[in-house]
């Protein structure tokens, strides 16, 4: 991962866990392609540096692996993939939410 120091006036530097351009790929295990294609769907939202580097965030890698490995089990393409991800998180979500609130019952 690449260490990312967040100056703030007044506070110490804060390291960051985001993850470098390269590194992502390596980590995900998907070509360079594919995860240009997902930004461009607006599906992955990577932080750009000003020397135009992306900086991708730890949980994008479970999502990309996740989204690839439904793509690749039910021979859909990535727009539709990542529909179901982004379904599947959001049902997610909600179970969270509902337990919480079954708990402050």
């Known amino acids: 991962m690449t260490e990312l120091k967040i100056n703030t006036p007044g506070q110490p ?9 390269s590194r992502f790929v390596e980590l ?8 240009a294609e997902l930004m461009e769907m ?6 750009c540096t000003g020397a135009n580097q992306y ?8 999502r990309i692996q ?3 490995r439904l793509c690749r089990d039910l021979e859909i393409p990535h727009a539709a ?4 991800v982004d379904l599947l998180e959001r049902v997610e979500r909600m ?5 919480e609130l079954k708990r402050l019952l």
Not at 13 to 21: D, N, T
Not at 42 to 47: A, N
Not at 55 to 62: A, G, I, N, Q, T
Not at 95 to 99: A, C, D, H, V, Y
């Open 13 to 21: 530097p804060s390291r960051s866990e985001l993850i470098a351009w």
């Open 28 to 35: 995900a295990c998907v070509e360079p392609g594919t995860v």
């Open 42 to 47: 607006g599906w992955l939202d990577p932080v």
């Open 55 to 62: 900086l991708f965030r730890p949980h994008d890698v479970y």
């Open 66 to 68: 996740k989204l690839m």
């Open 81 to 84: 993939g990542s529909i179901i």
């Open 95 to 99: 179970e969270q939410e509902l337990n």
